[in-house]
C-alpha cells in the first residue's frame, strides 16, 4: 500500500526566510499523483499543486516551489520569502490510479513577523 | 457555484446513537470521498465513490456507510458512534477521468463529538 511521510511536524520561521517542507512517499504503482495541500487555521483545505509520475520537472507558482524526485521518491515544498499569511499545515498526498488517495501527517508551519 | 456542501458544521452525539452527515456538490463531479482527519494523522479515506450507484472502501471504512443514488450527493452514516470516531470530518469530489486522478475539492469540514 502506499504511504506518504511528512518527518517535521512543525516547523518555525521569521518572515522571509525560505522554508522548505520535506515529503516522501512509497509506492510501487508505475503510475501515480502527487499534491500538496494547505490548511489555514479557520480549517478548510486548499489545494496547491499536483504531479503526476512521469513529470519530473520542477514547478515554481510565485513564491512557491516545487521538487519531485523520483530517485529519492521526494516531492518537497518551498516557500521562498515566507510571510505570515503562510501559517497553516501543510499535506503532502500520494494517488495510485485507483484513487486511494493517502496523506501524509502534515507540518504545521509558523511564520513569526 | 457553491462547491463542496457539508451539513452540519458541528454535533455533539451519544454513544450508540446514529446520524448521517451530509455532503453535497454543484460541479457534477463523478468521485466522492469522506476522509477523517485526527490529531497527527493527516486525513484518511473512509469511503470513496466513482459514480453513482458505486462505492467502495477505503483505509478506515469500520462503523460507516455510504450510498450514492445520485451524482450530486454522498451521505455519511455512522450507526452506532463510538468515542473513538470523534473527529473532524471532511468530504470532497473531483473530476473522474479514466485512470487519471485529479485534485479534490474538499467541503469545510464537520466537527463530530461523541460522548
Known sequence: AQKVTQAQTEISVVEKEDVTLDCVYETRDTTYYLFWYKQPPSGELVFLIRRNSFDEQNEISGRYSWNFQKSTSSFNFTITASQVVDSAVYFCALSESNNDMRFGAGTRLTVKP | ?115
Open chain 2, 1 to 115: 457555484n457553491a462547491g463542496v456542501t457539508q451539513t452540519p458544521k458541528f454535533q455533539v452525539l451519544k454513544t450508540g446513537q446514529s446520524m448521517t452527515l451530509q455532503c453535497a456538490q454543484d460541479m457534477n463531479h463523478e468521485y466522492m470521498s469522506w476522509y477523517r482527519q485526527d490529531p497527527g494523522m493527516g486525513l484518511r479515506l473512509i469511503h470513496y465513490s466513482v459514480g453513482a450507484g458505486i462505492t467502495d472502501q477505503g483505509e478506515v471504512p469500520n462503523g460507516y456507510n455510504v450510498s450514492r443514488s445520485t451524482t450530486e450527493d454522498f451521505p455519511l452514516r455512522l450507526l452506532s458512534a463510538a468515542p473513538s470516531q470523534t473527529s473532524v470530518y471532511f468530504c470532497a469530489s473531483s473530476r473522474s477521468l479514466w485512470r487519471r486522478v485529479n485534485e479534490q475539492f474538499f467541503g469545510p469540514g464537520t466537527r463530530l463529538t461523541v460522548l
